[in-house]
């Protein structure tokens, strides 16, 4: 992967002059994963830079995050965009209506295992279940270590029944363990019946798709946009199908500040420039 800023001159061009369809992941690449899911705070200047943003002609913005829908609706707040949540099983906003088909025994599966959670999860101190309804999530950033392995033991052992009878798909995140439905869907598919639904609509035409995602679930978009869009991986060290990265989440802001410039020049003007806070490096 190549870094991200360091190669945005070789980009500048396309994104002066292309319609823009920006994908964006929320935690851990738009705000800080933060100790429980709804103590991240989205930061007030990245979303008046988004809502600027969703304000350009040539720019449409969908949000593509693990959380359920309606929360995802609820803490980012911005009309006339597209928001897809519950790893894109549920697609809304801009005139779009989607909900992926998900087998009807998941319900039942999903309430069987969140009670024996429950029933397990007492004496274990900082752990968080969170129900999205589709998935079900186990928080556990605030557990001690030896608590961090009890839970993965246990989650090896209770879950992987229903993992061998094909029933649910365990996901292995950050400091997250989720029991998602058996379904031929994800992100990156997602994407696709976005863009195949929305660009004519929108633009009239071809559209430029941008991907930043930190999580090892953004990596089926990064493999479906690689030959035809730019993907960002948040995050170095970490093998990706992304094209590029960058270091945190302070870089996804300066990345789209400069976006957010390019979709005010003309083709005839230089081009903005971009300085990485803190470095005193502009590009």
Avoid at 12 to 31: A, M, N, P, W
Avoid at 48 to 59: A, G, H, K
Wanted: hydrophobic residues 35%; neutral net charge; proline residues 3%.
């Amino acid at each position: 992967m190549k870094h991200l800023l360091s190669e945005i001159k070789s980009l500048k061009e396309q994104l002066k002059s292309e319609h823009l369809f920006l994908f964006l992941d929320y935690d851990g690449t738009l705000v800080e994963l933060a100790e429980r899911p709804e103590l991240a705070v989205f930061p007030e200047h990245c979303k008046d830079l988004l809502l600027c943003m969703s304000e350009q002609s040539r720019c449409q913005i969908a949000f593509v995050s693990g959380r359920g829908l309606s929360d995802l609706q609820g803490v980012i707040g911005l009309d006339d965009c597209i928001y897809a949540g519950s790893h894109g099983h549920e697609i809304a906003g801009d005139g779009l209506a989607y909900k992926h088909e998900v087998p009807h025994h998941h319900a039942l599966i999903v309430a069987d295992v969140k009670h024996d959670l429950i029933s397990k999860l007492g004496d274990i101190k900082g752990a968080h279940l969170e129900d999205k309804g589709i998935c079900l999530s186990l928080h556990y950033r605030l557990c001690s270590a030896p608590d961090k392995e009890r839970l993965k033991e246990y989650f090896r052992k209770n879950i992987s029944p229903y993992e061998e009878e094909n029933a649910v798909r365990v996901s292995f995140g950050k400091e997250l363990l989720e029991v998602m439905p058996v379904t031929d869907w994800n992100k990156g598919k997602a994407v696709c019946w976005i863009l195949k639904n929305r660009p004519a609509a929108t633009f009239g035409g071809k559209a430029l798709a941008i991907y930043i995602g930190d999580d090892h679930t953004d990596e089926s978009a990064f493999e479906k946009l690689r030959d035809c869009g730019i993907t960002v991986h948040v995050g170095r060290g970490k093998k990706s199908r992304a094209r590029y990265f960058v270091n945190d989440v302070g870089e996804v802001y300066e990345f789209l500040k400069y976006v957010h410039a390019c979709l005010q020049c003309s083709g005839a003007h230089a081009g903005p420039k971009i300085r990485l806070v803190g470095k005193g490096k502009s590009y």
